[in-house]
């Protein structure tokens, strides 16, 4: 699909803006082609720099390869996405790690007492959610800029999958993305999108 580029003051060439924006889709079927470990990797070597608050990596990437795991998981996806999710060649579960605060005098050196602002239970899963879910869509991005797919869904017994993947109760599972190589009638119909004027406002 070859869009008009409309004039742009972005840097970023036309050719990236389309691969990770206008041409991408959400894609809701997948060919056969094998997802590797060293895809995924890159993926997340490039993602890992992009900011979140305080520096905080809640992430958790659970990458579903077994047949075991994957039959599992399809127990917990609601219908309409049972078959894509067992036929895709790689699918993650994207979680937040609710003791993330464990390692920020790792990753937030600067401020020794960065884990002691997260004592509060209640506050620290808030923050969790919220900077996972900043960082589930630098995922999105970078499957894309691997020439990949994404296909996120949110449709699934959240409470279920987390008793059988994260028994421990440390985690909360947000996301499940299949990942892939697009196949045959992938895509809906792009859906409409808010104009900068509907969306934008200047005080």
């Known amino acids: 699909m070859n869009t008009v580029q409309p004039e ?56 579903v390869r077994s047949p075991e795991a994957r039959a599992r998981l399809v127990t917990h996806m609601i219908d309409n996405n049972k078959p894509k999710t067992a036929a895709a060649p790689l699918t993650a579960i994207l979680a937040a790690d609710l003791n993330f605060h464990e390692n920020l005098p790792k990753v937030f050196p600067h401020a020794p007492e960065a884990k002691d602002y997260f004592a509060d239970p209640g506050y620290r899963a808030e923050s969790a959610r919220f900077n ?34 994260f028994p421990d109760g440390t985690h909360s599972a947000l996301v499940v993305v299949n990942v892939g190589i697009p196949g045959t009638d992938a895509w809906f119909p792009r859906s409409p999108r808010l104009t900068y004027d509907e969306v934008v406002t200047t005080v």
């Open 132 to 165: 996972a879910l900043i960082q589930t869509g630098y995922f999105i991005l970078g499957i894309r800029a691997a020439g990949l797919a994404a296909g996120p869904m949110n449709g699934f017994d959240a409470e279920g999958l987390d008793n059988d993947f």
């Open 8 to 63: 742009t003051l972005l840097t970023l060439a036309a050719e990236a803006q389309d691969l990770l924006f206008r041409e991408a889709r959400t894609a809701n079927t997948f060919t056969d082609a094998p997802v590797t470990d060293d895809q995924i990797r890159d993926i997340y070597e490039l993602i890992k720099y992009a900011p979140t608050s305080m520096n905080q990596q809640p992430l958790r990437i659970v990458l």
